[in-house]
C-alpha cells in the first residue's frame, strides 16, 4: 500500500505549531513519538465513559473496564505475533527489563545464577538494558560480559563464541540501537545463545514501532518494548515471554495473588502474576489504539517510508564537510535513528541552535554512555524520522546544520 504522509501529519495536532517562530520539525522520535488524535480519542473516551478498576468488579463500569483492558491485551499480543497470556503491561520496557533481571535472581528461577556464571550484553545497549543485568551480576556473583563494536557501528561477532559460552546463562541485545540506528543480526544472536542454552532477552524499544516483529518467529525467550515511543502516552511498556509462569514474581500485592494466608501466599498465574496493584488501565487501552492506528498504515510501508527518510539524510550529511555520523552510513540493516557530530561545535549547543529554528533534536550520550566512550565523542546531536515526518523536514534539518555551522564558526 501507499504511504500518504501528508494525510498522515494532518492525525498530529501538535504538527500545527510553531516553535521560536518557525513550523515545528520533530525529529526525536526515538525518545518519545506523539501522538495521533485517534490515539488520544480512545483514551478520552475511555477515561470519560467507561472507567473504573479492572478485574474482580460486578458492576457495570468495572466490567466495561476489564473488558477494554483485556481486549487491549489481546490486541497488544496479536501486534507482535503472541498469545494474549504471554503479554504482561508494565510501565516502560525498563520495567520490563527489570522484571526480569530481577526475577532471574531470586528463588526459583529458571535460571539459578552465582559465581562461575556469566551474562552477555553488547556495548551498544541502552542502560535500560545493561545496568539491571549489571546488578544482577552483582547480587548473584555471576560475572558480565559483553560483544563490542566494529568501527561501522556494528557488533562485533568475532568473538560471539568466547562472550556466549557454556557458563553463559542469559544474553541481552538490543533489536535495534538507540545511538547507532544499528539493527542487529537476530537470528545469528539467537542461534549462538541457544547452542550454549542461554535464555534471550530483547529490548525492542527502537524496533516494534518501526517495523513487522513477530516474537515467536524470533525464536527468543524476552523481549520488551516501550508504548510512548509508538504513538500511545507514555507510562505503558510491554513485557513478551515465552514461559512467564516459570519466573517467580517481580512485585508482590493485589491483583497477583491465587490465595493469601497468613502463613504464607500463592500467587496467580502469567500474565497476572506480574501486574500488581492497579495497572495501567487507559494507557493499555491508548497502546492498544496506537497499535490498530500502525496496523492500518502498514509496518512494511512505515519501514519503506523511514529508510526513505534516512537516505535522504545520510546523503544529505555525507555532502556537508566536518559532520560524521556514528553507526552504518547505509540503510542496510539499520534504523531510522542517525546521531551525527559537528565538528568544532558542541552537541548540546547544536542541538539549542537547531531549536531557535524549530527543529527538534535529542542530543548527549542517549543513555548509551559506553557507545559515545568506544567512539571518542562526549556526545551525539541524534535526529529520529517516523512516520509524520517528510522529505522537507529532512531538508530543513540539514539546513539547519549548514547554519548552525556558520553561526559557530564566524
Not at 568473538?159 to 546463562?169: A, F, G, P
Not at 544499528?182 to 542454552?197: M, Q, S, Y
Amino acid at each position: 500500500m501507499s504511504f500518504d504522509v501528508e494525510a498522515v501529519r494532518k492525525d498530529f495536532p501538535v504538527l500545527a505549531r510553531e516553535v521560536h517562530g518557525h513550523p515545528l520539525v520533530f525529529l526525536d522520535s526515538a525518545a518519545s513519538s506523539q501522538k495521533p488524535r485517534q490515539v488520544l480519542e480512545a483514551e478520552r473516551v475511555f477515561v470519560e465513559e467507561h472507567y473504573a478498576n479492572v478485574h474482580r468488579g460486578v458492576h457495570t463500569l468495572s466490567q466495561e473496564a476489564t473488558d477494554r483492558y483485556e481486549a487491549a491485551r489481546s490486541t497488544v499480543a496479536s501486534f507482535i505475533g503472541a498469545a494474549q497470556d504471554e503479554v504482561v503491561f508494565t510501565k516502560n520496557v525498563t520495567e520490563s527489563v527489570n522484571l526480569v533481571a530481577y526475577a532471574l535472581g531470586n528463588p526459583g528461577s529458571p535460571t539459578t545464577l552465582g559465581p562461575g556464571d556469566e551474562i552477555a550484553v553488547t556495548e551498544m545497549e541502552h542502560h535500560s538494558n545493561l545496568v539491571p543485568w549489571q546488578m544482577l551480576a552483582e547480587r548473584t556473583g555471576a560475572t558480565l560480559r559483553w560483544l563490542g563494536l566494529t568501527d561501522e557501528g556494528r557488533l562485533d561477532l568475532s568473538d560471539l563464541s568466547e562472550v556466549v559460552n557454556e557458563r553463559t546463562r542469559l544474553f541481552a541485545f538490543t533489536h535495534v540501537s538507540n545511538l547507532l540506528g544499528t539493527e542487529n543480526d537476530l537470528p545469528v544472536l539467537v542461534r549462538r545463545a541457544k547452542e550454549v542454552g542461554a535464555l534471550t532477552f530483547v529490548d525492542g524499544a527502537q524496533a516494534v514501532p518501526h517495523q513487522p516483529v513477530d516474537v515467536h518467529a524470533l525464536d527468543v525467550d524476552f523481549y520488551g518494548f516501550t508504548g510512548h515511543k509508538m504513538l500511545a502516552p507514555s507510562g505503558v511498556g510491554v513485557l513478551w515471554g515465552r514461559d512467564l509462569d516459570a519466573l517467580p514474581p517481580f512485585m508482590g500485592g493485589g491483583s497477583m495473588i491465587e490465595v493469601v494466608q497468613m502463613t504464607g501466599t500463592t500467587y496467580a498465574k502469567a500474565p497476572e502474576r506480574f501486574e500488581a496493584g492497579t495497572p495501567v488501565i487507559s494507557q493499555a487501552v491508548a497502546l492498544a489504539a496506537a497499535c490498530d492506528y500502525l496496523t492500518a498504515l502498514g509496518l512494511d510501508s512505515v519501514k519503506q517510508h523511514e529508510i526513505a527518510l534516512t537516505q535522504r539524510l545520510l546523503d544529505g550529511i555525507r555532502a556537508l564537510p566536518g559532520v560524521s555520523v556514528l553507526g552504518p552510513d547505509t540503510t542496510e540493516q539499520r534504523g531510522s535513528a542517525v546521531s551525527f557530530v559537528v565538528e568544532g561545535v558542541h552537541p548540546h549547543d547544536v542541538g539549542q541552535s537547531l531549536d531557535d529554528l524549530g527543529i527538534a533534536v535529542r542530543v548527549g550520550h542517549h543513555c548509551a554512555a559506553p557507545v559515545c566512550r568506544r567512539f571518542g565523542v562526549p556526545a551525539t546531536a541524534r535526529a529520529s524520522s517516523y512516520v509524520y515526518n517528510n522529505e522537507a523536514d529532512i531538508d530543513a534539518l540539514l539546513e539547519g546544520i549548514q547554519q548552525v555551522q556558520e553561526f559557530w564558526s564566524a
